[in-house]
Antibody
């Protein structure tokens, strides 16, 4: 079964750090680009970060750039999100998601086709 | 960043109704548009990719159309399990963005 399982969430004080993990199983993890997406309580989905299949290329939302770092360990089939200088507005459920690519008419489209169940991060004093 | 605006923000409909949700991009995104469904307490589910392609396993009552800046998600005949929140998402630019969501409720 294709599965993503997040862990590492919890309560942290403003200015603190947390590292989230996302364990992948049931597919060849090293072949896929991966994402982190978050959702504040009662709010919509917000993309956080993306990493390519070998970890050599990353991108971030402006709101987390310079504070968050995405990485992966393909030998361990695990995706990470290191979160530093946390703020109250970082409080959210964090999902990891697999990117699935589709080629059509010479163009590359992609969507997030497999998602974890999410892990909750609460930033509060 | 490219802004994605969905309308309406919420919608009440009955089982069997035909429903259309609209998503507008702040600039042209060609067909780099996906649709997701999310139920309370659950992770999102990919429904449509590349504006009009149905993800494997998704019922055929779901369809997508559009290109450039204007897109629609249509549910041809609402089923009880379709009441959820729907999000559009653009993958045209490096900074991926979602719409604010459309909550579909039972009338």
């Amino acid at each position: 079964e294709v599965q993503l399982v997040e862990s590492g969430g919890g309560l942290v004080q403003p200015g603190g750090s947390l590292r989230l993990s996302c364990a992948a199983s049931g597919f060849t993890f090293s072949s896929y680009w991966m994402h982190w997406v978050r959702q504040a309580p009662g709010k919509g989905l917000v993309w956080v970060s993306r990493i390519n299949s070998d970890g050599s290329s990353t991108s971030y939302a402006d709101s987390v750039k310079g504070r968050f770092t995405i990485s992966r360990d393909n030998a361990k089939n695990t995706l990470y999100l290191q979160m530093n200088s946390l703020r109250a507005e970082d409080t959210a459920v964090y999902y990891c998601a697999r990117e699935r690519g589709y080629s059509s008419g010479g163009y590359y489209y992609y969507g997030m086709d497999v998602w974890g169940q999410g892990t909750t991060v609460t930033v509060s004093s | 960043d490219i802004q994605m605006t969905q309308s309406p923000s919420s919608l009440s409909a009955s089982v069997g109704d035909r429903v259309t949700i609209t998503c507008r991009a702040s600039q042209s995104i060609s067909s780099y548009l996906n649709w997701y469904q999310q139920k309370p307490g659950k992770a999102p589910k990919l429904l449509i990719y590349a504006a009009s392609s149905l993800q494997s396993g998704v019922p055929s009552r779901f369809s997508g159309s559009g290109s450039g800046t204007d897109f629609t998600l249509t549910i041809s005949s609402l089923q009880p399990e379709d009441f959820a929140t729907y999000y559009c998402q653009q993958s045209y630019s490096r900074g991926i963005t979602f719409g604010q969501g459309t909550r579909l409720e039972i009338k």
